[in-house]
């Protein structure tokens, strides 16, 4: 629920922003930051687990093919992981990532980009806390390469301020004994330096 809100509220930001006549895209780079809806897929009992609400923040590069094509590599700290809570209490697993993804970025308009691209990631710190009626000091210890493919769009204002929206759909196993991939809705207010 609170999800379809932040889209919605999102979009509505969109869509409230006039677009402006963009004369010239230029190759630059920036900062981004912004809000995490972090779950996993769990081949198996769980299906898709509980969201872990997080942030990332980190530098981009964005260089123009032509007006309407760029590639945009990135470099973000991100807060990752997930919940489950049953009828025995709520474990969390909290995981932050350093991740590369390489976007490929189309203007059908001015203003508005559409991206694709993939993405890897290295799990540098893990924590799980077990709050319920039995105490646990099960550990449970993520491979540390992260990878899969980003889908995204969101606007960019001529004064280089972009506001977007991503999901990120994990390929590679969180845990080497069951199929556990990672998936993200990311929100993000970026500024072009």
Same mark, same amino acid.
């Given at each position: 629920?609170?999800?379809?809100?932040?889209?919605?509220?999102?979009?509505?930001?969109?869509?409230?922003?006039?677009?402006?006549?963009?004369?010239?895209?230029?190759?630059? /780079?920036?900062?981004? =930051?912004?809000?995490?809806?972090?779950?996993?897929?769990? +081949? #198996?009992? $769980?299906?898709? @687990?509980?969201?872990?609400?997080?942030?990332?923040?980190?530098?981009?590069?964005?260089?123009?093919?032509?007006?309407?094509?760029?590639?945009?590599?990135?470099?973000?700290?991100?807060?990752?992981?997930?919940?489950?809570?049953?009828?025995?209490?709520?474990?969390?697993?909290?995981?932050?990532?350093?991740?590369?993804?390489?976007?490929?970025?189309?203007?059908?308009?001015?203003?508005?980009?559409?991206?694709? /691209?993939?993405?890897? =990631?290295?799990?540098?710190?893990?924590?799980?806390?077990? +709050? #319920?009626? $039995?105490?646990? @000091?099960?550990?449970?210890?993520?491979?540390?390469?992260?990878?899969?493919?980003?889908?995204?769009?969101?606007?960019?204002?001529?004064?280089?301020?972009?506001?977007?929206?991503?999901?990120?759909?994990?390929?590679?196993?969180?845990?080497?004994?069951?199929?556990?991939?990672?998936?993200?809705?990311?929100?993000?207010?970026?500024?072009?330096?």
């Amino acid at each position: 629920m609170r999800k379809t809100y932040l889209m919605m509220l999102f979009f509505g930001i969109i869509t409230s922003i006039s677009a402006q006549e963009n004369t010239s895209h230029e190759s630059h /780079g920036g900062i981004k =930051g912004g809000y995490n809806l972090a779950s996993v897929s769990f +081949d #198996g009992n $769980y299906g898709e @687990t509980d969201q872990r609400h997080g942030f990332h923040i980190g530098v981009y590069g964005e260089s123009f093919i032509d007006r309407n094509f760029s590639v945009q590599p990135e470099l973000l700290f991100s807060q990752q992981g997930y919940e489950i809570t049953d009828n025995t209490g709520r474990f969390i697993q909290k995981l932050n990532y350093i991740n590369v993804p390489v976007m490929f970025k189309a203007y059908p308009s001015n203003n508005l980009f559409l991206e694709i /691209g993939p993405q890897i =990631g290295w799990a540098i710190t893990h924590k799980e806390i077990y +709050d #319920g009626y $039995y105490s646990s @000091t099960t550990e449970y210890d993520p491979d540390s390469i992260d990878w899969g493919m980003n889908f995204g769009a969101g606007i960019k204002t001529n004064s280089g301020i972009n506001l977007g929206v991503r999901y990120h759909l994990g390929l590679g196993d969180l845990y080497d004994a069951q199929k556990a991939q990672n998936r993200v809705w990311m929100f993000s207010l970026g500024f072009d330096l």
